[in-house]
């Protein structure tokens, strides 16, 4: 069965960074997009990263360009989330989330992700 398994949140005073793992398995890895989501308490779900298996560009949304990187080892089937300049209003818990079938980052919509990790939290905090 596919597994997705978050791991590296945890505590991080505002400017810091944390870089954050999804390790990915039970599944061939063709074509595919894996993203990252976040929710806060009382908010909806954001996407707010995702890379593609292809050439196609990378997606990062307003709130964290600049800040966050996606990157992926594609040997390992992991992707990661590497964020600096942290900001209190970043805490959260951030979910990855695979697309088996897609390509492109271009669209992402939460009953498009076939799978979800349970997540791992962020908190940043004085």
């Known amino acids: 069965q596919v597994q997705l398994v978050e791991s590296g949140g945890g505590l991080v005073q505002p400017g810091g960074s944390l870089r954050l793992s999804c390790a990915a398995s039970g599944f061939t890895p063709d074509d595919h997009t894996m993203a990252w989501w976040r929710q806060a308490p009382g908010k909806e779900r954001e996407r707010i990263g995702c890379i593609s298996s292809s050439f196609s560009s990378p997606f990062y949304a307003d709130s964290v360009e600049g800040r966050f990187t996606i990157s992926r080892d594609n040997a390992k089937n992991t992707v990661f989330l590497q964020m600096n300049s942290l900001k209190p209003e970043d805490t959260a818990v951030y979910y990855c989330?695979?697309?088996?079938?897609?390509?492109?980052?271009?669209?992402?919509?939460?009953?498009?992700?076939?799978?979800w990790g349970k997540g791992t939290l962020v908190t940043v905090s004085s």
């Open positions: 989330a695979l697309e088996l079938r897609g390509s492109s980052c271009i669209f992402g919509y939460e009953s498009g992700m076939d799978y």
